[in-house]
Nanobody, 115 residues
Framework: QVQLVESGGGLVQPGGSLTLSCAASGISFSGNNMSWYRQAPGKQRELVAGVTSGGTTYVADSVKGRFTISRDNARNTVYLQMNNLKPEDTAVYYC?????????WGQGTQVTVSS
């Protein structure tokens, strides 16, 4: 059974930092692409960042220069380092494992940026 468990969300002031983690189990991790999405209230889920099995990364323009995605294959974990957080970053953040033809999702972790 594939499981993705996110952690690290919370309440942070504008300008603050958080690191999200997503631990995978029940599936080969190192050979699959991983990504982070977010969904704000009333909005569609959007791609924030991705990392391929080979380590190539992608970051959305809206978070470029502030967010960094990385993976640790020894720990079956993908990370999202978020710096200089803004109120518009408030959302539920989800990790996704892509194992064609399937996508597996975590349960999400809430990030709230507010003073």
């Amino acid at each position: 059974q594939v499981q993705l468990v996110e952690s690290g969300g919370g309440l942070v002031q504008p300008g603050g930092s958080l690191t999200l983690s997503c631990a995978a189990s029940g599936i080969s991790f190192s050979g699959n692409n991983m990504s982070w999405y977010r969904q704000a209230p009333g909005k569609q889920r959007e791609l924030v960042a991705g990392v391929t099995s080979g380590g190539t990364t992608y970051v959305a323009d809206s978070v470029k220069g502030r967010f960094t995605i990385s993976r640790d294959n020894a720990r079956n974990t993908v990370y999202l380092q978020m710096n200089n957080l803004k109120p518009e970053d408030t959302a539920v953040y989800y990790c996704k494992l892509r194992s064609p033809p399937y996508d597996y999702w975590g349960q999400g972790t809430q990030v709230t940026v507010s003073s």
